[in-house]
Nanobody, 122 residues
């Protein structure tokens, strides 16, 4: 079983920065694919950024150059540094651990955190 807990959301002015952190409670490894998604009111949940099992960061076009995803294996955390925030970044941000086989461990389903609200005022 795995539990993901997000933190770091809040209210920030346009152009400001926030750092989100996702702490994983459970057995994970440095090769596990994890990422950040967001859902704005009335919209579908969308990918923001993710780290593949090979450690490659993939980003939505809308956040490239502004957001950076990183992992701290010692702390079991995956962080999302968000700079130059815009009002359209306002959403609930969710951490996700993707299903799949990582080394000798198989995760049959995705795991999601409870979400953290990010609000960017204009």
């Amino acid at each position: 079983q795995m539990q993901l807990v997000e933190s770091g959301g809040g209210l920030v002015q346009s152009g400001g920065s926030l750092r989100l952190s996702c702490t994983a409670f459970g057995r994970i490894f440095s090769i596990n694919a994890m990422g950040w998604y967001r859902q704005a009111p009335g919209k579908q949940r969308e990918l923001v950024a993710k780290l593949t099992s090979g450690g490659i960061g993939n980003y939505a076009d809308s956040v490239k150059g502004r957001f950076t995803i990183s992992r701290d294996n010692a702390k079991n955390t995956v962080d999302l540094q968000m700079n130059s925030l815009k009002p359209e970044d306002t959403a609930v941000y969710y951490c996700k651990h993707e299903r799949g086989r990582y080394g000798s461990t198989y995760y049959p389903r995705d795991y999601w955190g409870q979400g953290t609200q990010v609000t960017v005022s204009s």
